[in-house]
């Protein structure tokens, strides 16, 4: 099983980043796949969520309105579209794979805000 993250970067506030997760090893079709969040000193938070047929969607407060969560169960890859970017986005971001009791976590990527 992998999930790799991609898309990551340093960008200035107000600014725009589309993040990529890569699946491979499990039904990615069947899976729900959600992109968390930790920045340093704080506890790891969901970000977005989205189910496996893509008829449903969820965020933090934190985000409504400025992410948006998609994902092509053709491709096995799920993105997080981030506009209007703040300094208190940056974190590293990290892909998640549940369905059931089945968690799978990718290794994060840096998403750093700064002017």
């Known amino acids: 099983v992998q999930l790799v993250e991609s898309g990551g970067g340093l960008v200035q506030p107000e600014g725009s980043l589309r993040l990529s997760c890569s699946a491979s090893?499990?039904?990615?079709?069947?899976?729900?796949m959600s992109w968390y969040r930790q920045a340093p000193g704080k506890e790891r938070e969901l970000v977005a969520r989205?189910?496996?047929?893509?008829?449903?969607?969820n965020y933090a407060d934190s985000v409504k309105g400025r992410f948006t969560i998609s994902r092509d169960n053709a491709k096995n890859t799920v993105y997080l579209q981030m506009n209007s970017l703040k300094f208190e986005d940056t974190a590293v971001y990290v892909c998640?794979?549940?369905?059931?009791?089945?968690?799978?976590w990718g290794q994060g990527t840096q998403v750093t805000i700064s002017s």
């Open positions: 989205i189910n496996s047929d893509s008829s449903n969607t």
């Open positions: 090893g499990f039904t990615f079709s069947s899976y729900v």
């Open positions: 998640n794979a549940a369905l059931g009791f089945r968690r799978f």
